[in-house]
């Protein structure tokens, strides 16, 4: 997406955004099938991660399932989060399910590519899988091994051309098929290479900002620089891992900002409880460090600025203004 498209689309978010919140239940939600994965990307902090490797239990995913249907549908499911989700092998299972009990508009993967066999893909577009997002992030071999640590770059490649011949065969709208690149820090070039390479081929290329893990990789980031606000995730944006636990981002790699196990009340228990709304609270008053990941996290720059609506909302002063004067 070009920068002028994404302000605009930014825009029309926030504008929504303040039309619905506060809300009972997120507006996108993160499920993440497994934490296994298949690379070792350098960007990706999952190497450092101290949690243990595990699937999603299916009897979650049901409830979790169930608990959507009752709410849905929602904006959007992210069948992803820190690991691969092709390595789990019911996902197509997973779409199928989410897509009878009309979880969300959109049902969304996120891939690194390299498990994207023809039966694979055939399976997630049968189940109703709306968007496929190939982490491609490079143009060519070298470049690609360097990056995410496996010479697979024309393996990649391949299973993204192979599937986007059997959508042309058989006539299918989804999924949509989107190759991504993560746009570093002096990489300008191969920003553009990307582009040329895949625009007219995929259905779209979605060149995405690259950000530190909460400093955990090397800062190659190509963009920063905004006095701070409250991160707008904490108020549409629900994340469930792989061992049961709620996070508040999709950045939490080590669960970190645990929020408890999803339980009897199941996700919206979390997202209505305490733990949450007190870091709401913490982002709205400008207390950042309430969780130790949410201080050194730069993340919250690329979502909107809902600042100061929300301190007008829950009538709390500016971080600049003078405090309230008391009543005589
Ligand atoms: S500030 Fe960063 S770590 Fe905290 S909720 Fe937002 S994205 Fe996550």
């Known amino acids: 997406m070009d920068l002028d498209r994404f302000k605009r689309w930014m825009g029309l978010r926030t504008l929504y955004l303040k039309w619905t919140l506060p809300l009972r239940f997120p507006l996108i939600l993160n499920i993440e099938p497994t934490n296994r994965c298949n690379l070792a990307c350098r960007m990706c902090p999952r190497a450092i991660s101290h949690r243990p490797v595990t699937d999603l239990d299916w009897g979650l995913f049901e409830r979790l399932a169930d608990e959507l249907g009752r709410h849905g549908p929602i904006l959007k499911v992210f069948l992803q989060k820190d690991g691969e989700p092709l390595c789990h092998p019911r996902l197509a299972e997973m779409v199928a399910l989410l897509r009878e009990v009309r979880a969300a508009r959109r049902l969304s993967v996120i891939t690194n590519g390299t498990l994207l066999t023809e039966d694979r893909f055939a399976a997630l577009a049968e189940a109703g899988l709306h968007d496929l997002i190939v982490s491609i992030d490079a143009t060519n071999p070298t470049d690609y091994q360097a990056l995410k640590g496996l010479d697979a770059y024309d393996r990649v490649v391949a299973n993204v051309e192979r599937a986007l011949a059997l959508k042309r065969r058989h006539g299918w709208r989804f999924p949509e098929i989107k190759a991504r690149l993560v746009a570093r820090q002096g990489h300008e070039t191969e920003i553009e290479a990307f582009r040329h390479q895949w625009e007219g081929k995929a259905d779209f290329v979605d060149i995405t900002?690259?950000?530190?893990?909460?400093?955990?990789?090397?800062?190659?980031?190509a963009y920063g620089g905004r006095p701070r606000y409250p991160c707008a995730l904490l108020w549409y944006t629900g994340v469930v891992n792989a061992d049961g636990r709620v996070s508040p981002c999709c950045i939490d790699f080590n669960l970190e900002g645990d929020l408890g196990r999803v339980g009897e009340g199941g996700f919206a228990a979390i997202w209505n409880g305490p733990a949450l709304r007190r870091l709401r609270r913490a982002h709205i008053e400008g207390d950042y460090r309430r969780t130790a990941?949410?201080?050194?996290?730069?993340?919250?720059?690329?979502?909107?600025?809902?600042?100061?609506?929300?301190?007008?909302?829950?009538?709390?002063?500016e971080p600049s203004s003078p405090p309230p004067r008391r009543s005589p």
Do not use: F, M, N, Q
């Not at 955990?216 to 980031?221: L, S, W």
């Not at 990941?293 to 002063?317: A, H, M």
């Open 209 to 221: 900002p690259y950000h530190t893990w909460l400093g955990a990789v090397k800062d190659e980031r």
């Open 293 to 317: 990941i949410c201080g050194p996290c730069e993340y919250w720059l690329i979502k909107e600025d809902l600042g100061s609506w929300l301190r007008r909302r829950y009538g709390v002063p």
